[in-house]
């Protein structure tokens, strides 16, 4: 069983740039695919990016709405996953999820662990 902790979240004006962090415990983490997800207020959660190590390379995909800002990545020494996101936007505002399975896509059903969330505010 993996569990996941994310931090890092907060509150910043359009354009800043903020750090998310998820440790993780547990299990086999380098093996497994990584992801971040995030959810606004009523709205229905919305995949970022994704995450998978291939060897001794990578490969990941983002949603066409955070391309050329975010960037996700990966320490599997310390088993921690990173968001780094850049030139914020007010539409940014969820809360963020990190995610983490067997399975590559950006389908939530893809993954079977998730963390509880950290909250992410952008002002104009």
């Known amino acids: 069983q993996v569990q996941l902790v994310e931090s890092g979240g907060g509150s910043v004006q359009a354009g800043d740039s903020l750090r998310l962090s998820c440790a993780a415990s547990?299990?086999?983490?380098?093996?497994?695919?990584v992801a971040w997800f995030r959810q606004a207020p009523g709205m229905e959660r919305e995949f970022v990016a994704t995450?998978?190590?291939?060897?001794?390379?990578?490969?990941?995909t983002y949603a066409d709405s955070v391309k050329g800002r975010f960037t996700i990545s990966r320490d599997n020494v310390n088993n921690i996953v990173y968001l780094q996101m850049t030139n914020t936007k007010p539409e940014d505002t969820a809360v963020y999820h990190c995610?983490?399975?067997?399975?590559?896509?950006?389908?939530?059903?893809?993954?079977?662990?998730w963390g509880q969330g950290t909250q992410v505010t952008v002002s104009s």
């Open positions: 995610a983490a399975g067997r399975s590559w896509g950006s389908e939530d059903s893809k993954y079977e662990y």
């Open positions: 995450h998978r190590s291939l060897g001794l390379g990578k490969s990941t």
């Open positions: 547990g299990g086999t983490f380098r093996s497994l695919v």
